[in-house]
């Protein structure tokens, strides 16, 4: 053709011929076998760390005296939140008010938590159990020190999850809150 366009014979001839080169010159087809059980693996470790994320969020639907106690402190530093929000609204002028109180828990100092990625699991029972949907508690890293911390709680559509917690977070979701 004189302007450079195959017919889709034309097109399907130089394949062929390309595909019979590549033939002769000992190019071998991709092995799927080999492809199936590499996404196998794949497939395998993915499902073992959804097993393991839901079978740790278990342990924060049926506590032991150790979870339990996070829980509750989680609770009583969301109450304390809660009552200097609704301290400021009521009292607060313009120009005073209450901002940035440090808010003191035991939670900043446990290493399964601040270091250990368990945190993810006390968000994860602190919205979808206790139903708490406008702000997120959130451990932040501070500048004084290693492993030193705070708690705060942010607002939710201001929190931002990592990756790895996110699909964490996707796991509990869809075994345990579907319906929701």
Not at 154 to 160: D, F
Request: aromatic share 12%; glycine share 4%.
């Amino acid at each position: 053709m004189a302007d450079g366009k195959q017919t889709a014979a034309q097109a399907f001839d130089a394949f062929a011929q390309k595909f019979q080169r590549f033939i002769a010159a000992g190019g071998d087809a991709p092995d799927v076998k080999k492809a199936s059980t590499e996404q196998d693996t794949i497939n395998g470790a993915m499902n073992a760390k959804r097993r393991a994320v839901i079978e740790r969020y278990k342990s924060f639907l049926t506590p032991d005296a150790a979870i339990d106690a996070d829980q509750n402190e989680l609770k009583a530093a969301y109450a304390l939140f809660k009552a200097v929000q609704a301290a400021n609204a009521e009292h607060a002028t313009d120009e005073t008010r209450l901002d940035g109180i440090p808010l003191l828990s035991p939670l900043v100092h446990a290493d399964r938590y601040t270091i250990g990625g368990d945190f993810v699991y006390l968000q994860a029972w602190f919205c979808y159990e206790q139903h708490i949907s406008d702000y997120v508690p959130e451990l932040q890293p501070q500048p004084t020190g290693e492993n030193s911390y705070k708690l705060v709680f942010v607002p939710a559509r201001h929190h931002h999850v990592t990756y790895d917690d996110k699909e964490k977070l996707d796991a509990i979701r869809s075994c345990f809150y579907s319906g929701a």
